[in-house]
């Protein structure tokens, strides 16, 4: 079956570096997302690796290594705003559709 | 601007009633997609669309409908069957292209039953 995992909660000090962790079991991968949901709004999106290794963005910077089902979304010079849940989802193939399979959610406390 | 608008934002239902959602995006996007969040849980697919007259249900379809009958709109009706509807909705669709896709989701709709 379709799986994903990422730790529930996290609390990290502004300026600092947090690293978010997903591991993931999948047929039919297609790639990962990254997603920033604040609370009451819709997710937006950050990142999305299909191939192996470190795509960066600014501030945040997400790995992929699909043999091991692993992710992870690094997080720089951290600031206030960047409290929120970070969402982890994989799309895959099924029969022909993509569909795609979404983590709990890490959410992510930013402390003064 | 191109996006995905959803509506209401806030929706309260009695219990019998059937109430629809709406959920329409101006990006051109075949593939349309029905979430459901719930506190503490990860995005659950209710319903998907590829293509326009065509929809498959996703992982908790019972007590939802919907329709597909133009590319631009893929409305969501919870019937008084779904017992506890009370969630987040949220509608997306998919880009693709270019050896990237994504999914841009709309704002969300609050369900409430009173």
């Known amino acids: 079956g379709q799986n994903i995992d990422q730790p529930t909660e996290m609390t990290a000090t502004e300026g600092a570096i947090v690293q978010i962790n997903c591991t993931y079991q999948t047929s039919g991968f297609n790639g990962l997302f990254w997603y920033q949901q604040h609370a009451g709004e819709a997710p937006t999106f950050l990142s999305y690796n299909v191939l192996d290794g470190l795509e960066e963005k600014g501030r945040f910077s997400s790995f992929l290594s699909r043999s091991k089902g692993y992710s992870y979304l690094l997080l720089k010079e951290l600031q206030m705003k960047d409290s929120a849940s970070y969402l982890c989802a994989v799309s895959f193939t099924t029969s022909g559709t993509y569909k795609y399979i979404f983590g709990t959610g890490t959410r992510l406390k930013v402390l003064a | 601007d191109g996006g995905i608008t959803q509506s209401p934002k806030y929706l309260f239902r009695k219990e019998g009633q059937n109430v629809t959602l709406s959920c329409e995006q101006n990006?051109?996007?075949?593939?349309m997609y029905w979430y459901r969040q719930d506190p503490g849980q990860g995005l659950r697919l209710i319903y998907y669309s590829q293509i326009v007259n065509d929809f498959q249900k996703g992982d908790i379809a019972e007590g939802y409908s919907v329709s597909r009958e133009k590319k631009e709109s893929f409305p969501l009706t919870v019937t008084s069957a779904q017992k506890n509807p009370t969630a987040f909705y949220l509608c997306?669709?998919?880009?693709?292209?270019?050896?990237?896709?994504?999914?841009?989701f709309g704002p969300g709709t609050r369900l409430l039953v009173l």
């Open positions: 990006l051109n996007h075949d593939a």
């Open positions: 997306a669709s998919r880009s693709q292209g270019a050896g990237q896709e994504t999914q841009y």
